[in-house]
């Protein structure tokens, strides 16, 4: 891997995981802007738990080295997590600055799956 992928991988991967974290602790302590818009969206309360903990989990997942295969579904969650936040904001009419974020998010999780170094590959 040159330097300048690797660059990006890391770049990508630290947002990512600050992008993960902090959404993930703000669904977790159940901030009431978070629960109003999950109520929005039309889904219940407690899927902000289920969510807060698997974005923590993930994150320690692609973090951690070793153990590419759960990286991999570290990296798939993320995927269907945020491309399923997604279409939830604009199904529901929601303004472009609601949606944004979720789309960043499932950008870098692509561009650090994509740029991830081998060792961190499944093959």
Do not use: C
């Not at 959404?23 to 902000?48: C, D, H, R, S």
């Not at 936040?85 to 870098?108: D, K, M, Q, R, Y």
Request: glycine share 8%; aromatic share 14%.
């Amino acid at each position: 891997m040159n330097k300048r992928n690797k660059i990006i991988y890391w770049v990508a991967t630290l947002w990512l995981a600050l992008g993960m974290t902090s959404t993930g602790i703000v669904q977790l302590i159940k901030m009431k802007e978070e629960v109003a818009k999950m109520g929005e969206l039309g889904y219940p309360t407690y899927f902000l738990t289920i969510l807060g903990v698997w974005k923590i989990l993930g994150v320690l997942a692609i973090l951690i080295p070793k153990n590419p295969l759960l990286k991999e579904w570290a990296y798939a969650g993320f995927f269907f997590a945020m491309s399923g936040a997604t279409i939830s904001h604009v199904f529901v009419g929601h303004p472009a600055s609601e949606i944004f974020p979720s789309i960043l998010l499932l950008v870098l999780t692509a561009v650090s799956w994509y740029f991830r170094p081998a060792d961190r590959k499944t093959t």
